[in-house]
């Protein structure tokens, strides 16, 4: 079965400071996905990876993917509180199920 | 908003009691995906359609669960004779296959209490 893992699984970092969030898989996948989800609410789609060195970027996140090593990382730089939330990456086969991390709950302190 | 819509958002039942959610896609949408994810954990798959058609289910889709899509648009997710243990979060999700992204954009969730 696909395993999919995170780390950290809890993240407290202040404002204004830079972190990387790892995400590990297990099988092959040639499309990773991250998503954010906040206290009770449903996910949102952050960043689509479809090959092996892609690299997306979007404000303060930056996603990236490495598909022989089977990692994909979401780098956060100058963190602001707005990006406290949990954040799950998702990887799938054959375009089928997603099989999703455990997340990283990231708290970002003024 | 994503475009995908779940009903109702929020249910409370009694345990032994049968619930059903609604969930409607995307239009053009010809997957549908149906998720369960409890409290500090990421979503767990249950079951997908293609159009109507119900192509992969989950071993955590136990026989009290079923789940429909009669005309390949809205589906509904039923769960009989409902145990504790059912208590989470179920989320809908849909996606367009023949694309190359394969993205699944999720409703809004339905939280399931049981008591």
């Known amino acids: 079965e696909l395993k999919v893992e995170q780390n950290p699984l809890f993240l407290s970092m202040q404002e204004g400071k830079n972190y990387t969030i790892y995400c590990n898989y297990s099988?092959?996948?040639?499309?990773l996905y991250w998503y954010r989800q906040d206290p009770g609410k449903s996910l949102e789609s952050l960043f689509v990876?479809?090959?092996?060195?892609a690299v997306k970027q979007e404000g303060r996140l930056m996603a990236s993917l490495d598909t022989k090593a089977r990692l994909s990382t979401l780098h956060i730089t100058a963190a602001v509180h707005d990006l406290s939330a949990t954040y799950f990456c998702?990887?799938?086969?054959?375009?089928?199920?997603?099989?999703f991390g455990t997340g990283t709950s990231l708290t970002v302190i003024p | 908003d994503t475009g995908v819509s779940q009903d109702p958002r929020h249910k409370i039942t009694k345990r032994g009691q049968n619930v059903t959610f609604r969930c409607d896609p995307i239009?053009?949408?010809?997957?549908l995906y149906w998720y369960r994810q409890t409290l500090g954990q990421g979503p767990e798959f249950l079951t997908y359609?293609?159009?109507?058609?119900?192509?992969?289910k989950s071993r955590l889709l136990s026989d009290r669960f079923s789940a429909e899509r009669p005309k390949g648009s809205f589906s509904t997710l039923e769960i009989q004779r409902t145990e504790q243990g059912d208590s989470a979060m179920y989320l809908c999700?849909?996606?367009?296959?023949?694309?190359?992204?394969?993205?699944?954009?999720f409703g809004p969730g339905t939280r399931l209490t049981v008591t």
């Open positions: 999700a849909s996606s367009l296959v023949g694309g190359q992204r394969y993205e699944q954009y």
């Open positions: 239009s053009e949408h010809n997957r």
């Open positions: 998702a990887v799938d086969i054959y375009g089928n199920q997603f099989y």
């Open positions: 359609f293609q159009n109507e058609a119900q192509l992969e």
């Open positions: 099988t092959t996948s040639d499309r």
């Open positions: 990876l479809l090959s092996n060195g």
